[in-house]
């Protein structure tokens, strides 16, 4: 802190995202980080986009990133999803950013689960938006019920993150339905993982003007360092959003981030193959684990969110990061005896698997 600070940088509350390990032999489980590379697709454009001598970088990116808006629409287009709908950003991180800023900023507070992605409260510090922090019931599950009341807006991931638990869709949508005067925001950085028919709300969107879904190309398409984020809406929405980010950069996506992106995007058999090896992955790991004697929270995402009756959690993270494996632990109410672990390759699997054997 020092005198140059403003007010608004003394009181911010920054969010701490899980760390990022310098050394490489390290088994990374704890940033739901896909294990599985790209689409082969998606760097070939990339590398195209740079060229011989890189020259194009020389040039602005579009501002609109109308080619990744047009493949994000034909990609979910039998949903009735037109360029207009869509809403691309650096990351969904700052899809969301934009979003508190532009839709959820009113005069009620907002309401999102007490146990849920913890940027959202720090959003609301940033932009000075009140909420009420939503109990989830015993099991984690969010209690739909509790979403109708007065509120200025509701955000919430689907499947929830850290607990990996899915709201059903028909329970999404009576809480779109029954908020006609507010935003529902759903987050669905992990929604690819759900199922093999995947239960996004995307579909939805026609048929309620207050609904806006928010994805990332960071979790299903293995793109965490690329940064390419987008929300799919009513066209009104998406027109709030676009004032907001034509307020804050004009060009957020750069040349690689929108040409990849376009590819990932496009290549259905990669992102088809690698979502469901990371399902039948966590199926795997969730029946070994339970053999172990862990509790698993019933997960639709890449990770599972778990806990051992005879052991505690920090302990547990300690002896595993010993063992070169890092996996998540929040300090945090109600779940610091839980730990959340990406799923990795079956390789980093079978190395997790050990390194609890012989904790246990
Ligand atoms: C990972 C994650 C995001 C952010 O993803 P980026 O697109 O990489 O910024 C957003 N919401 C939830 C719930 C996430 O877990």
Redesign the pocket.
């Known amino acids: 802190m020092s005198k140059y600070w403003s007010a608004v940088a003394r009181k911010l509350i920054p969010y701490v995202p899980g760390e990022q390990p310098k050394l490489s032999q390290l088994v990374k489980l704890n940033t739901?980080e896909n294990p599985y590379p790209p689409s082969e697709r998606a760097v070939a454009a990339i590398a195209g986009e740079l060229g011989e001598d890189g020259g194009k970088l020389r040039l602005y990116p579009d501002p609109n990133g109308d080619r990744l808006k047009a493949a994000i629409a034909s990609f979910y287009a039998a949903d009735g999803v037109s360029a207009a709908n869509v809403f691309v950003g650096n990351?969904?991180?700052?899809v969301?950013a934009h979003v508190f800023q532009a839709l959820l900023k009113h005069e009620r507070p907002i309401l999102f689960p007490d146990i849920t992605?913890s940027?959202y409260p720090v959003y609301c510090g940033l932009y000075e938006i009140e909420h009420v922090a939503v109990p989830l019931a015993d099991d984690f599950s969010i209690v739909a019920d509790d979403y109708l009341r007065p509120n200025g807006g509701i955000i919430f991931?689907n499947p929830n993150?850290p607990t990996g638990r899915l709201l059903p869709l028909a329970e999404i949508e009576r809480i779109v339905a029954s908020n006609p005067d507010s935003v529902v925001v759903i987050?669905e950085?992990?929604i690819d993982f759900a199922a093999e028919a995947v239960p996004t709300a995307i579909p939805l969107v026609a048929r309620y003007p207050n609904l806006l879904v928010v994805h990332?190309?960071?979790?299903s398409r293995s793109l965490?360092g690329l940064?390419?984020?987008f929300a799919i809406g009513d066209a009104q929405l998406i027109e709030a959003l676009e004032r907001v980010k034509n307020s804050f950069n004009s060009y957020p996506l750069d040349r690689l981030a929108i040409a990849g992106g376009v590819a990932a995007m496009n290549d259905r058999v990669h992102y088809d193959t690698t979502r469901r090896a990371v399902m039948n992955s966590r199926e795997q790991l969730t029946r070994d684990l339970h053999s172990l004697g862990f509790d698993i929270v019933p997960s639709a995402a890449n990770f599972i969110f778990v806990r051992h009756p005879q052991l505690d959690a920090a302990t547990l993270a300690s002896a595993l990061r010993e063992r070169a494996i890092i996996v998540r632990h929040f300090r945090l109410p109600r779940i610091d005896q839980y730990l959340r672990i990406t799923i990795g390759t079956d390789d980093q699997c079978t190395a997790l698997l050990s390194a609890l054997r012989e904790i246990l």
């Not at 990351?91 to 700052?94: F, L, P, T, V, Y």
């Not at 990332?216 to 979790?219: I, R």
């Open positions: 739901n990351g969904s991180d700052e969301l992605y940027f991931p993150a987050d950085a992990y990332t190309l960071s979790k965490a940064r390419v984020g």
